[in-house]
């Protein structure tokens, strides 16, 4: 069973910086797809950003393309979210999940395994 942690959320100021972090409990990870959902209160979870196995290729939503960046660092078991620019409408619960397959799927019916998820609160 694998297991993701993230890490990194907290209460910020609009136009503030954070980097949210996922740990993997084992290197089968590294073969997968990583992705960065979000859920609102009230709202439907949404993609964030994904990258694929080997960092070769990353996908954004639209309103967090320029603001936010994601990276891997597969020795390590590691997925990151680099978030700049921080607006309130950014405030959610982050999860990262590992996808079925290698690819920066947006999709997130083809992710297997989700972490608890991390709070972000952006105030203006």
């Known amino acids: 069973q694998v297991q993701l942690r993230e890490s990194g959320g907290g209460s910020v100021q609009a136009g503030d910086s954070l980097r949210l972090s996922c740990v993997c409990s084992?290197?089968?990870?590294?073969?997968?797809?990583m992705g960065w959902f979000r859920r609102a209160p009230g709202k439907e979870r949404e993609f964030v950003a994904a990258?694929?196995?080997?960092?070769?290729?990353?996908n954004y939503a639209d309103d967090v393309k320029g603001r936010f960046t994601i990276s891997r660092d597969n020795a390590k078991g590691a997925v990151y979210l680099q978030m700049d620019s921080l607006k309130p409408e950014d405030t959610a619960l982050y999860s990262c999940?590992?996808?079925?397959?290698?690819?920066?799927?947006?999709?997130?019916?083809?992710?297997?395994?989700w972490g608890q998820g991390t709070q972000v609160t952006v105030s203006s």
């Open positions: 084992k290197r089968t990870c590294s073969n997968n797809g």
């Open positions: 999940a590992a996808a079925l397959g290698s690819m920066a799927t947006t999709n997130d019916e083809r992710y297997r395994y």
């Open positions: 990258i694929s196995w080997n960092s070769g290729s990353q």
